[in-house]
């Protein structure tokens, strides 16, 4: 079996195995059940914690004048072209993610958007395939996973990266070894996004007595929406993101 073959065992085994059987489709804890729960899904709470301390001094330090930077030096176009780009370089995986989950339909809008905006679009910079009609799902392995009905495990915050969890970021890795460009272009469509939506990120958590709370909450209940195929988060307040994972 090549690599192409024991990456996706190894990720699925590794599923399997890990964290406690939390789930985003579980129903709602009762009062008595809430702290084991957050137990459950948080078991790295004191590293998470330390993590997102180092990543706020990051970007208040290091990413968000970097991005500041970028978009001041960066005409709005240029700006919207790159970000077609990165997301564009991610319609492959989106298919492939799509096609674990028997979602047919996805797979193909995903399939002819790669097509449609590498040739027409040159190269991605232009979203053409969206003026037809055809509009971005973005999907990935995590995510398929989860579908299939495959544990989170215990809720990660990675370095630089931010919010994950064990299913979702052993996707990440999956992917990245049996195709790195397309762990390439994920990670350069996380950083797009990011610059995209910074300033709502930075609202969601400015004044919470806990902001660690916040943005976990928000990750997990995000991804939850994502694996429900975008259906509407239970927390109204948080805000919309353009596809940012």
Do not use: C, H
């Not at 350069?188 to 610059?195: G, K, L, V, W």
């Amino acid at each position: 079996m090549g690599r192409f073959g024991v990456v996706p065992v190894v990720f699925l085994t590794a599923l399997l195995v890990s964290g406690p059987a939390w789930s985003e489709t579980d129903p709602p804890k009762p009062p008595a059940d809430q702290a084991a729960a957050e137990e459950d899904k948080d078991p790295l709470e004191s590293l998470n914690r330390f993590t997102f301390q180092l990543n706020t001094v990051l970007r208040k330090a290091v990413i968000d004048p970097v991005v500041d930077i970028y978009q001041a030096v960066t005409p709005d176009p240029l700006e919207k072209a790159i970000s077609n780009i990165t997301a564009n370089l991610t319609e492959p995986v989106t298919a492939a993610s799509s096609l674990l989950q028997g979602d047919t339909e996805n797979a193909g809008i995903a399939t002819k958007r790669f097509l449609i905006n590498t040739t027409a679009g040159v190269g991605g910079m232009a979203d053409v395939a969206e003026e037809e009609g055809l509009e971005r799902r973005k999907e990935d392995l995590g995510q398929a996973a989860g579908a299939g009905g495959m544990t989170a495990g215990p809720y990660l915050v990675l370095p630089i990266i931010g919010p994950s969890s064990t299913r979702d970021a052993l996707g990440d890795v999956a992917v990245s070894l049996a195709v790195p460009p397309a762990g390439l272009a994920n990670a350069a469509d996380n950083a797009t996004a990011y610059s995209d939506n910074q300033d709502d990120l930075q609202a969601m958590t400015r004044g919470a007595l806990d902001p660690y709370i916040v943005e976990r909450e928000a990750y997990l209940q995000r991804r939850s929406a994502q694996i429900r195929n975008n259906a509407q988060a239970p927390m109204e307040e948080i805000p919309e993101f353009e596809d940012i994972k």
